[in-house]
């Protein structure tokens, strides 16, 4: 999900204000149900981001969902945005937090594709490798697509290693060509 400038200082100023009262991961466990029930909830989503719908309603429903499962600072932050008539903001904050949490955590986001679903002990001998090789803590996504036919490729913010059989066949082929074409 794109998360916008907007977002993105919403995020950073909830970051900084958990930092300050020391809430950190409260606030974080507040903000992953957040996201949570957004994701599971697409009729949430697009009410919040309704023109149609008045703030005080959105104010309303926020805290009847999340009011006293939140902390008093995530529940202000949400009558803020609803206020500031940002509501329609909020899963992307959720989003822009997780990130900036994660940076200030000094965790990065490692996607895995594979072929075919890796058991307990593979995903635990990979995550290991990642931790190893990056000297960071890892957060380990795992994606299945069974059209690499094996190997895999593992993405880290803009640099990706592709080591599938998919891709090999794909060089090998263009090697083929530009030969042939000689």
Do not use: C, W
Not at 120 to 142: C, F, M, N, P
């Amino acid at each position: 999900m794109h998360v916008t400038k907007a977002a993105r200082r919403y995020a950073n100023a909830l970051l900084e204000l958990a930092k300050e009262r020391d809430e950190i991961e409260d606030i974080l466990e507040d903000i992953n149900f957040i996201k949570n029930t957004l994701d599971d909830s697409n009729e949430l989503v697009l009410f919040l981001q309704s023109p149609i719908v008045k703030f005080d309603e959105k104010q309303n429903v926020l805290n009847e969902l999340f009011g006293d499962e939140v902390q008093e600072l995530t529940r202000k932050f949400l009558e803020l945005l609803t206020r500031k008539n940002r509501g329609n903001l909020l899963h992307q904050v959720t989003e822009g937090f997780l990130k900036l949490y994660n940076k200030h955590a000094g965790i990065i986001e490692v996607e895995v594709s594979v072929a075919t679903e890796l058991d307990d002990s593979q995903r635990k001998a990979l995550h290991e490798q990642l931790e190893k090789k990056t000297s960071k803590k890892v957060d380990l996504i795992i994606h299945i697509d069974e059209s690499l036919k094996g190997g895999m490729a593992v993405r880290i913010d803009d640099t990706v290693i592709d080591g599938t059989i998919k891709h090999k066949l794909q060089e090998l082929e263009e090697q083929l060509l530009a030969t042939a074409a000689e």
